[in-house]
């Protein structure tokens, strides 16, 4: 089991920016898809964004694209997400997620039910 543990998040301004870091414990990070999902008040958590083990293949849900970038450091056991130009609908709790088996099919990174670990979250408010 991985224990991930989020970090960055707070009050921002729309407009504004936030790096989001997610820290994993754990020998095997670098061979971990990871991903970030978020959970806004009332509503279910959905996907953000999401990183092959490598850090060559990132995936996105439309409404970030352009905006947010995840990206990771496998010697750190670290994946980020940079957002940029931060929206009222971007608040919500921000959850990293790992995936310790083989990414078998692109789908797969979009799937809530496909990761294995969770994060406890961080709250993103974006205020007017």
């Known amino acids: 089991q991985v224990h991930l543990v989020e970090s960055g998040g707070g009050l921002v301004q729309a407009g504004g920016s936030l790096r989001l870091s997610c820290v994993a414990s754990g020998r095997s990070f670098s061979s971990y898809a990871m991903g970030w999902f978020r959970q806004a008040p009332g509503k279910e958590r959905v996907f953000v964004a999401a990183?092959?083990?490598?850090?060559?293949?990132?995936y996105y849900a439309d409404s970030v694209k352009g905006r947010f970038t995840i990206s990771r450091d496998n010697a750190e056991s670290t994946v980020y997400l940079q957002m940029n130009s931060l929206k009222l609908d971007d608040t919500a709790v921000y959850y990293c997620a790992a995936r310790e088996g083989s990414v078998v099919t692109i789908d797969s990174y979009y799937r809530r039910s496909e990761y294995d670990d969770w994060g406890q979250g961080t709250q993103v408010t974006v205020s007017s």
């Open positions: 990183i092959n083990w490598s850090g060559r293949l990132t």
